[in-house]
Structure formats: structure tokens, C-alpha cells
């Protein structure tokens, strides 16, 4: 009787093995690809010219195209961190540059990110790139939710040497989960293709999550030789010869890797995303520019369009029509909860500024999830730099990269954005009723975005 009683209970068990394996297998993979530096305009998709990118081309040509997509921030670490949390940079505790030296924390380790998220539902989980968001053992990648970590903790590297050149002393930064390694000489693209190939091949019989954070087009600018030369026999200068060598390389190492992703068998049940962190750089160590923004204003750094505004592609075969394009704002914030509807999975409890765009990708008639945005970055206690957006007003105070005579005498620039996306006139004397009402809820969030 006892042994009647019990086979009953092991075919229940056995059952509900057998239900959550065929659940486990058909949630898809995600590889999100996040580049580093990169102007809006800098794909061939996105309106470049002078770019040979086939394969993120290609990969917008099998899914959606945002033509109005945001970083939250226009610098690296706190996008890095809104991206990873699905918050403002504010509310996820980094709300500006994290440190490039080890023993300096980051963004904080009670943040919940997006690698926790799938771990946390069964899936394996890897970081591999730059991180930027932290450099503690508390706030580096392997405490914030990523079962395997290799790349380096800092803002940049040479990708040769893998060196921190930055400023003095020189500091070799690279890691393989908390522990320091040393690949001399080898080109650190390769090794980013190389790693991220064999974590899928290790787990491709389970669902896995890859934030592929790939230092490129961030300086140093170093093309391959093969794109330099094809550069410099079409003409282009400096910087941009550099720049746009280096983007083509990035443009090979991604399709190494989708290559590979194909190769297990894994291709249609695998959503990919790509967003560059923010826009480009014009620091001295980019020699200046050589990125585009197109007919926008403003570069990294700067809460003009150029700055936050980035091309950002999602695709999932046959999950995902292909071939589309949206017009509707949405940001790096909202890729979490994009995510968690694709993939079946619980979001946190705790307060999330993000929205998911399951809805606007399946539907181009879906309005936009955000009635309003806010950006706050730089500047000075007295004059911070910060942006609020509404529709297609954008109220902008102290905004990097303005000019002193075109801003009124309380530091703002208004902009239609669709009537001027290049945010070429000042309409804030004009329009005063507009700006107060984007001020009051600049105000009024500020305020707010600091509660957890």
C-alpha cells in the first residue's frame, strides 16, 4: 500500500521536472550588446554615409529600429547603471562617473540589476566587457548578479595591452570573475568574442543572459589594420579615418559573434539588442571627434540630442517583425521590463522607471510610454545641467556645449524637437507659460527620484 501510495507522488513530481525543463528551454536567450562612445548617426542604417557596418545593418533589417532612443545619461557610468537597474541614474545611486581605480565603490551593491533578474529566474548569467559601475568586490560584476565576469572594472583600456593609461600610475585592469589575468598582446575585441562564444556553447542547452559591453568606438582608437586601410583609401580623415575604422571593427567582432550564436543553433531563440551608452566623444583622446550625431547638436557629455540620443536595434527571429521601424521616445531604462515581458520573469519590488515597449515594438501606432523624461548630469551646484522633455518640448538648464549668448538669463534653452531636432532656436522667451510647467516638473521629480 505504501509503495501504491508513492509511485503516484513520483509521477507528480516527475511531471512537474518535466513541465518546468520544456518552460526553461523555451525561454529565449539575451544578448544585450551595449557599445561605448558612439554617435547616433554612426551606422549605415542610421544614416552615415561613410560607415561599413553590414552587420548591425543587418541585424536593425531583422527587427526594430528606434529612430528617437535615449540614454539616461549622456556619460558612461550612470547610463551603464540605468541600463543595468531599469532606473534613473539618480534613483540606481550613481548618478555620475564612477571611479577607475580599484577599492572605489560604484553604484551601490543593494541596486538590483537586470543580471540578478535573470539569474534570479534560472539563467546563466555573463558580463563581459567593460564594467564601469563599480570596483569593489561588493559592486563589481560577479556580486551584482553575473554568474561569470571578464573584462576590466575601469573606464577604458588599450586593447592590447590592457593597461589604464589614463592618468598615472598606469594600472593593468583585467579580470576573469574577481581575479586578475593577464592576456599580453592579445586584442581585447577578440577576447570579448572568445569568452562570450564559450559561455554559450557551455550552457546553450540552458536560457542565458550576456551583457556584452564592448569598449568601442571609445578611445583609444584602435582599428584593426585591415579598416584603416580601407579608410584611408576612401579618403576620409582624421579623425574620423580612426573613428570609423574602429566602428567597423566593432561592426565585425558583433557578427564573430551572432556567427557563433548561429553555429549552436541558436539564432531564432535569441533576442539581441544594440545601443551604444551615449553619444560621441570629442575629448582630446579621440583626437578631438570623429563621430556624428547627423543634423543633431551636442556630443557626450552634453544634454542636447547628440548627447542622450543613440540608434538602438531589437530583434528576436520570428518573435519580432522584421524590417520595422519606431518613431516613438523610449530609453536604455526600459530595456529591463522589456525584457521580464519577453521572458516570463518576476520584476523586482522596488520603484522602476522604465517601461516595457513589448506593445510599441509589436504595434507602431502605440504611443510613447513616457509622457515625460528627465536627465540630470554635470554642472555646478549652483547651475546644474538637467533636462525635462514632454512630448516635443524640451526644457534644457545650463545644457554642456551652449553657447552663454543663446541661453536666457536664467540658463534655460526650449526646443521643439520635432519641429527643430537639431535644437537650433531658443523659444523659452517666446514660450514662458512652457517652460514654467517643464520646470515645476523638473522640481517636482528631483525631489523625488532620490527615494529608493
Known amino acids: 500500500m505504501k509503495l501504491k501510495r508513492f509511485w503516484p507522488f513520483v509521477g507528480c513530481v516527475l511531471l512537474t521536472i518535466r513541465v518546468w525543463a520544456q518552460s526553461t528551454e ?58 543595468l537597474t531599469g532606473r534613473y541614474p539618480q534613483r540606481a545611486g550613481l548618478p555620475e562617473m564612477a571611479s577607475s581605480l580599484k577599492g572605489v565603490e560604484g553604484m551601490p551593491g543593494n541596486q538590483y540589476t537586470m543580471g540578478e533578474l535573470f539569474r534570479d529566474a534560472g539563467y546563466k548569467t555573463a558580463h563581459i566587457g567593460k564594467w564601469h559601475v563599480g570596483y569593489t568586490p561588493e559592486t563589481m560584476p560577479n556580486a551584482q548578479g553575473f554568474d561569470y565576469s571578464f573584462g576590466f572594472m575601469g573606464g577604458c583600456i588599450d586593447n592590447y595591452s590592457h593597461f589604464f593609461y589614463w592618468n598615472g600610475p598606469n594600472r593593468h585592469d583585467l579580470w576573469r570573475n574577481g581575479t586578475e589575468i593577464h592576456e599580453d598582446g592579445a586584442y581585447f575585441p577578440d577576447l570579448m568574442v572568445r569568452e562570450a562564444g564559450a559561455f554559450m556553447e557551455k550552457n546553450r542547452n540552458d536560457p542565458f543572459f550576456i551583457y556584452f559591453a564592448i569598449n568601442v568606438p571609445h578611445y583609444p582608437l584602435q582599428g584593426e589594420k585591415k579598416w584603416l586601410d580601407y579608410y584611408r583609401e576612401k579618403g576620409l580623415a582624421s579623425p574620423r579615418a580612426q573613428y570609423a575604422a574602429f566602428v567597423s571593427t566593432m561592426d565585425e567582432k558583433i557578427g564573430m559573434l551572432l556567427n557563433r550564436l548561429k553555429a549552436l543553433g541558436l539564432t531564432d531563440n535569441t533576442i539581441v539588442i544594440f545601443q551604444p551608452d551615449q553619444g560621441f566623444s570629442e575629448e582630446e583622446r579621440t583626437f578631438g571627434g570623429g563621430g556624428s550625431a547627423g543634423i543633431l547638436r551636442g556630443s557626450k557629455f552634453s544634454l542636447f540630442e547628440g548627447g542622450t540620443r543613440v540608434p538602438a536595434i531589437i530583434s528576436w527571429s520570428k518573435h519580432i517583425a522584421s524590417n520595422q521601424v519606431r518613431d516613438q521616445f523610449a530609453a536604455n531604462i526600459d530595456w529591463l521590463p522589456t525584457l521580464a515581458a519577453y521572458c516570463n520573469l518576476s520584476l523586482p519590488g522596488r520603484k522602476l522607471d522604465g517601461k516595457s515597449l513589448v506593445h510599441i515594438i509589436r ?83 528631483v525631489v523625488e527620484v532620490d527615494q529608493q
Open 26 to 83: 523555451q525561454r529565449p536567450n539575451v544578448i544585450l550588446i551595449y557599445s561605448d562612445d558612439q554617435g547616433w548617426a554612426d551606422l549605415h542604417s542610421f544614416g552615415s554615409n561613410d560607415l561599413y557596418t553590414p552587420v548591425l545593418d543587418s541585424l536593425g533589417a531583422s527587427g526594430v529600429r528606434f529612430t528617437q532612443f535615449y540614454a539616461a545619461s549622456p556619460i558612461c557610468s550612470p547610463s551603464r547603471a540605468s541600463l
Open 363 to 445: 504595434d507602431d501606432r502605440t504611443p510613447t510610454r513616457h509622457k515625460t523624461f528627465f536627465w540630470k548630469q554635470g554642472g555646478t551646484k549652483e547651475k546644474p545641467q538637467w533636462a525635462v522633455r514632454r512630448g516635443d518640448w524640451k526644457l534644457l538648464h545650463n545644457p554642456v556645449q551652449a553657447r552663454k549668448e543663446e541661453l536666457d538669463q536664467d540658463g534655460f534653452f526650449l526646443a521643439n524637437i520635432k519641429a527643430d531636432p537639431a535644437e537650433k532656436s531658443n523659444l523659452s522667451k517666446q514660450q514662458p507659460g512652457i517652460v514654467n510647467e517643464l520646470k515645476a516638473l523638473y522640481d517636482q521629480w
